[in-house]
Structures are given as structure tokens and as C-alpha cells.
């Protein structure tokens, strides 16, 4: 209920901007206008610095600001079901989860009964 009550106070719509830096729980944007010292908002249990350049969704308000989130990219390196999550940093590692219990780990795939199968079995 956080997105529908920020957006109450809003005097402006959200706005996409590219990240210029990023770091210790805020981000700076750079588009149409500059938003300096925005801060993050993800699910509780979720903590991540994003990418510079990532576009940011940010949500101006009366003399503040918050980015709601960051756009997820996808390059075809992957596919994913309805129901799965991917977590992924900059530098290539991966983590999936599987509606089917497995859990793919950089590539090596981890059955819901702790079978590990064998590098590229199961590759994204």
C-alpha cells in the first residue's frame, strides 16, 4: 500500500530517469530535471545499490522525492515463467529460483530433493 499512498502526495507524475550515482541506500538521477539524494525503496529483506544508467522510476512529491524502483532488463539471456525469480548483480552472478524447487546457481542447477546436476544441464 506504500506505491498508492506516495502517489496521494504527489504533485507531479513519475517521472524515468538514468541513474548518475548511486550508493549507501540513495541514488542521483539525471533527465528532464535532477533529483539528488532519492531515497530507494524495495521489499522488505532487499537490499541493492543499482547500476549507473539504470533508468529509475522516480516519484516526485511536496519537496521530496523517492525512486520507487529501477527498471529490470532483459537482454534474451534468459527466460523466466510466471511465478520464478531471478536475482542477478552487475558483475554476471545469478541466482533462480524455479517453480519446479530448483534452484540454478551461475549455470549449476540444484534439484528440490538436493541433487546438484552436473554444469550446463540446466543453463538459463
Do not use: W
Not at 517521472?15 to 548518475?20: L, N
Not at 533508468?55 to 529501477?70: K, S, T
Not at 540454478?104 to 528440490?112: C, F, Q, R
Request: contains cysteine.
Amino acid at each position: 500500500m506504500l506505491l498508492p499512498q506516495l502517489l496521494k502526495n504527489t504533485t507531479s507524475s513519475p517521472v524515468a530517469a538514468p541513474i548518475t550515482q548511486a550508493g549507501s541506500g540513495y541514488i542521483h538521477a539525471s533527465g528532464e530535471d535532477e533529483f539528488h539524494h532519492i531515497p530507494l525503496c524495495a521489499p522488505y529483506g532487499i537490499y541493492s545499490i543499482p547500476s549507473e544508467n539504470a533508468q529509475a522510476l522516480i516519484i516526485p512529491m511536496d519537496n521530496a522525492a523517492v525512486c520507487a524502483g529501477v527498471l529490470s532488463p532483459f537482454n534474451g539471456d534468459f527466460e523466466l515463467e510466471p511465478g520464478e525469480l531471478r536475482l542477478y548483480s552487475g558483475g554476471g552472478a545469478s541466482i533462480v529460483l524455479k517453480n519446479n524447487g530448483d534452484v540454478i546457481i551461475n549455470g549449476l542447477t540444484i534439484t528440490k530433493n538436493g541433487t546438484i546436476l552436473e554444469s550446463g544441464a540446466n543453463e538459463l
